[in-house]
């Protein structure tokens, strides 16, 4: 019976169960479908129905949880166009989707960066826009994180907004703040969209063109609620501050006020914002925060969204999206109609009983037990999903993270690789053009080794040949000498013929005349054969002188023979000496011949090396001429990506101080002279361009460097220099363009002068220097031992000013007594309290001093630390000053109080002044202080008591004032009309005489604080005409006698935020 009864509620468990899963998996089915389709990569606008589904499943499920779990998966670092549509959907999600949107939203901020900082290294035009658009949702959510009161959609009312700021001055002034920075994340992306669009209707009207104009609906309702923020904001500061403190938030107002103007007026004349929402106008002009009666004028600019829905054209496959989503569970419906037959079919099978009462009631209980467990089972089913959703938040957020750090990494190991390709082709260059130098020098050395070889050989080859002309001169002498010999050989040789023919001649006359003797003695024989004894004798004498002849003649003969052989061997010395010769006339011939072609070889040689060398020489100017064509396109690349900048609107809020700009200045002359000697050089010997590559790659940097910080100074210039500097700024980048230009070309490198640049760059200079403050003239390593001796002499001007203040008021006891003598003792124990405040604000402003210097030197010593911020020690010194200074008059003032010859309103001016200088003080040392330390805390105390103090001192003035001045009444019982009309026209007067005197003051106290804050270091150009008062308004009759306050009982423009060196964004 029990397990019959438990049969309809475990049916309708398992039918609840079932309907309950069927309708989570419909509802993220359509939720994933939506998405998907909502945020894909084709070029066009969002559909609204796909987004009015997003939003409405949020509301449904009391958060974006579903949202995120899919967005999670879509890769959004892949396509720029995916990642705008994700941030358009994301921002109507924040806009109009369920309040706890904000809070899952703020768990995924981190992607939201990452994804943002990823398009914007990319050099896209989506993707800066997409990177605008994740900084823009990043200011919205943390401003509404931390200002919960107004929601996402802007949309509260001036009681909220009063609510929020508060009625401290401090909160107001920081909302306001966030609430600038708010409306320019949102302005700086609708000036980006419309500045990359042309505004043409035909642009407007393309899917593209849409694709990115749709996103500034968004914008536009973000924009005129926010614009309204900002009227009553600043119309709320300046009823608490002075106006020139609020002079930078009125510069900014005014700079958003137009830029807004300019970005409704252009999307009002698009044709693709007439049909989809209706753009306020605002005034003509700005409100006018000086005047509070201006706040009457202003009206709520108010953004109208048609009501007719988006027209939405059907597609094929968008059929099952179209199907109206379940928006009420009707499973709870349906189940009592589903359990009715179950009740019958009990009956019906076990008929009518008796107890069918108490079977009800049992039934009835069982069903209420059945309930409660469903209930519960629905609780912790409730809590396992929970989990469950975090648990698969949690993993799927990793899993996020983890893809976005490998896309990281990939993108990393790509920019790695790429650059370790460079560099190995750098290397491999470098390598190659070493190699080539070395093998140029190699070849260089052995040229000049064979070449001193040649020479060498062509020395011994010229002595040798020298040698053998000294020995063909020989030679040739000796020929001389033996054709000499050989002449005087013939001369003899035909002595000896001739006397050899005259001796035969003479012997043959001899014998012709013997011949004829023995004729003639044979006659005489045959005639005197008597004489023969006679004749025998003659004859025997003959015979004698016959045979001495015939020696003779045999001794002749010898002689000859002797003579023959002589010639002889003279002939044969004579031949093997011409021989000799003519041998040694052809090896020196062969030898001539040798060497004539071994130094026409080694001539060849030589030209053929001069050839190499001229080769390699030209071969050594061109790769020269190609590198430094390489280092100049690099600089020219530098010094156009720095003019780009100044067109760049990320650049404008980039600021830098007028000394930064004179160094980067100077060191850019520095480095012209030395592109100019590098120049020089190159010109004289073309083979070495090392030096003009360094000091080119040197000026490029240092050039875009100056180009860069000077117009970053022109942001916080006045508007003369400025101009000026930003067009020197872009005269500088012409002219090192020119220049450049001129190196590339080999016609033109001849005449490249950077004359011109050093002209511009001095300009630049002389303009930094124009922007300095003045006040300069301590130097840099005193301001240490002046910070130290200007707070010690403020401590005893003030303690010498409490003693002084105690010898008076002993002397007003003495002097003195009844009403003036109390009168006196308020004033100077108020004056003692303001002193004893002061000097605890000055030992605590030093404390912090130490606390900063101890935390920010470093390694560097105390004087260093001055040194490098002298600004800020500057600040500190006047401050000092301005406070002792204030002391000693406040005394001053106080004595001539006490003594009758002074005014009380010198007094309440002094304290006025002791105000502001200690607020100064304030400021200086606050400036570089940590938000969370606690002496900056005590600091803040101290200068409130101080404040404190000094009211006390002019209500202390003030009512002994008022004691002691007596007041006439007015009787004007016995005056008839026309005297009482005489005495109305001289009141008259006397109050124009008067008016007038106090608009002459106001003028000469505008003046005098103008020329205060010119020698202060501050241009007159930016300050407020007239000292923030403009003549034109002040009231010329006032209504009552307190409606307005003379120039002097305002709060002095001293406790102003310190004139400090603004924080250089390029150091």
């Known amino acids: ?33 939506s998405i998907s389709k909502a945020i894909n990569s084709n070029e066009a606008p969002v559909k609204e129905k796909h987004a009015r589904r997003i939003i409405l499943g949020t509301y449904r499920e009391k958060g974006a949880f579903t949202f995120w779990s899919y967005a999670l998966g879509i890769p959004l670092s892949s396509n720029a166009i995916v990642s705008w549509k994700f941030c358009h959907v994301l921002h109507k999600v924040l806009r109009d989707g369920h309040h706890n949107s904000l809070q ?83 302005l700086r992306l609708a000036e980006t969209v419309i500045r990359q669009l042309n505004t043409s209707i035909a642009i ?189 938040n949690s993993l799927e957020t990793e899993l996020e993270e983890q893809r976005v750090q490998k896309q990281r990494a990939l993108v990393e190991n790509e920019q790695l690789r790429m650059e370790l390709e460079a560099t190995r082709r750098r290397n491999a260059e470098h390598e190659i053009v ?48 033996t054709h000499q010999n050989q002449e005087e050989v013939e001369r003899t040789k035909q002595q000896l013929a001739f006397e050899v023919d005259r001796i035969k001649l003479d012997a043959d006359m001899k014998l012709e005349e013997q011949k004829f003797e023995m004729k003639k003695l044979k006659r005489d024989f045959e005639e005197k054969r008597a004489e023969v004894e006679h004749v025998k004798g003659t004859l025997q004498r003959t015979e004698k002188v016959g045979e001495q002849l015939t020696s003779s003649m045999l001794a002749l003969q010898v002689e000859k023979e002797r003579l023959m052989r002589s010639a002889s061997e003279k002939e044969a010395e004579l031949s093997s000496l011409s021989q000799a010769a003519q041998l040694q006339q052809s090896s020196l011939q062969q030898e001539r011949d040798r060497s004539t072609r071994e130094l026409g070889e080694l001539q060849g040689k030589l030209q053929e090396k001069s050839r190499r060398e001229v080769q390699l020489q030209q071969k050594l100017l061109e790769e020269q001429f190609s590198l430094l064509q390489g280092t100049v396109s690099e600089a020219e690349y530098i010094i156009q990506d720095a003019v780009a900048k100044l067109d760049d609107p990320l650049h404008i809020r980039c600021t830098s101080s007028p000394d930064y700009l004179v160094s980067r200045a100077e060191a850019t002359l520095g480095s012209i002279d ?63 363009l020119q220049f450049l230009k001129d190196l590339k070309s080999k016609a033109s490198l001849q005449r490249a002068d950077p004359a ?53 008021m002993n002397q007003a006891r003495m002097d003195t007594s009844g009403v003036k003598l109390e009168v006196n003792e308020r004033i100077l124990y108020s004056c003692t309290d303001l002193m004893k405040a002061i000097h605890l604000l000055v030992l605590t402003s030093t404390d ?47 004595d001539k109080v006490v003594l009758h010859t002074g005014k009380y309103e010198e007094l309440i001016v002094c304290s006025h002044e002791i105000a502001a200088s200690t607020a100064q003080l304030v400021a200086s040392s606050k400036v570089k202080a940590d938000r969370n330390s606690t002496k900056l805390t005590a600091l803040q105390q101290a200068s409130r008591h101080v404040n404190e103090m000094a009211a006390n001192v002019v209500a202390s003035t003030k009512t002994g004032q008022e004691h002691l001045e007596d007041k006439d009444t ?98």
């Not at 949309?155 to 508060?166: C, K, P, Q, S, Y």
């Not at 070849?443 to 002309?469: D, G, M």
């Not at 070495?688 to 050039?703: M, Y």
């Not at 005193?782 to 910070?787: C, F, K, M, P, S």
């Open 204 to 392: 407007s009207t393309t899917t593209s063109g849409q694709c990115r104009l749709s996103p500034l609906i968004q914008v536009i309702q973000d924009c005129s609620h926010l614009y309204h923020f900002t009227v009553k904001l600043l119309f709320k500061l300046h009823a608490c501050l002075p106006a020139d403190t609020l002079q930078g938030h009125r510069d900014r107002f005014h700079d958003q006020f137009h830029s807004l103007k300019t970005f409704f007026n252009k999307a009002r004349d698009m044709q693709y914002f007439k049909r989809l929402i209706q753009i306020p106008k605002l005034p003509e002009s700005p409100p006018n925060f000086l005047h509070a009666a201006s706040l009457a004028k202003h009206a709520r600019p108010v953004v109208v969204i048609p009501s007719e829905d988006e027209p939405e054209q059907q597609e094929d496959d968008d059929d099952d999206d179209d199907d109206p989503e379940p928006l009420i569970n009707v499973s709870d419906v349906t189940m009592p109609s589903m359990m009715v037959p179950q009740f019958d079919k009990f009956d019906q099978t076990f008929g009518p009983s008796n107890d069918k009462d108490i079977q009800i009631e049992n039934l009835q209980q069982d069903l209420g037990k059945l309930r409660a467990d469903l209930e519960r089972v629905k609780g912790e089913a409730q809590r396992y999903i929970t989990q469950l959703k975090s648990q698969i």
């Open 970 to 1067: 007015m009787d004007f019982s016995g005056m008839s009309l026309i005297k009482l009309k005489m005495e109305e026209m001289e009141s008259q007067v006397k109050v124009l005489e008067l008016e007038n005197q106090l608009g002459n003051e106001r003028l000469r106290l505008g003046e005098l604080r103008k020329k205060h804050y010119n020698i202060a270091g501050v241009p007159a150009a930016d300050l407020p005409e007239g000292n923030g008062l403009d003549p034109l308004l002040a009231p010329v009759a006032p209504s009552s006698p307190k409606s307005s306050k003379p120039s002097v009982m305002r709060k002095p423009d001293l406790a102003q935020k310190p004139n400090l060196t603004p924080k250089n964004m390029f150091r």
């Open 434 to 481: 070493q190699a080539t130098f070395g093998e140029a020098e190699t070849r260089v050395q052995a040229t000049e080794q064979r070449y001193t070889k040649l020479k060498e050989k062509h020395t011994e080859l010229v002595s040798s040949h020298a040698e053998l002309l000294r020995k063909s001169a020989d030679t040739v002498k000796i020929l001389s000498a």
């Open 104 to 186: 899952d939203c703020m768990r995924h901020h981190g992607n939201i960066v990452e994804m943002g900082q990823l398009w914007g290294n990319l050099h896209d035009r989506h993707g800066q826009l997409v990177a605008l658009y994740c900084k823009l949702l990043c200011t919205k959510m943390e401003f509404h994180m931390k200002h919960s009161e107004i929601r996402p959609n802007l949309e509260v009312t001036d009681e909220v907004l009063e609510r929020v700021a508060g009625t401290d001055v401090n909160n107001v002034f920081q909302l306001t703040v966030k609430v600038f920075d708010y409306l320019d994340a949102e």
């Open 674 to 736: 030395k592109v100019k000697k590098g120049h020089s050089d190159y010109l004289t010997n073309m083979g070495d361009a090392g030096g003009l590559l360094r000091a080119l790659t040197n000026f490029s940097h240092l050039a875009a460097d100056t180009i860069i910080n000077g117009s970053a100074t022109a942001h916080l210039a006045p508007t003369d220099h400025a101009d000026r500097l930003t067009e020197n700024c872009r005269g500088c980048a012409t002219q090192s």
């Open 756 to 808: 011109s640049i050093r002209i511009v760059v001095e300009k630049i200079m002389k303009l930094g220097e124009e922007l300095r403050p003045k006040g300069m003239d301590v130097r840099q390593d005193e301001l240490g031992d002046l910070v130290d001796k200007e707070m010690a002499a403020t401590s005893a001007a003030i303690e010498k000013a409490v003693s002084r203040i105690d010898e008076m």
């Open 1 to 33: 019976m029990n397990s019959i009864r438990r049969v309809p509620s475990r049916v309708k468990t398992k039918m609840t169960e079932t309907n309950l899963g069927a309708e989570r998996d419909h509802f993220d089915k359509k939720q994933l479908s």
């Open 848 to 894: 912090l001093q130490k606390e900063i210097v101890e935390g920010g030197r470093g390694a560097a010593t105390i004087k260093e630390f001055y040194a490098r911020n002298s600004r800020w020690t500057e600040g500190l010194i006047s401050a000092s000053k301005a406070v002792g200074w204030g002391a000693t008059q406040m005394v001053e003032s106080a």
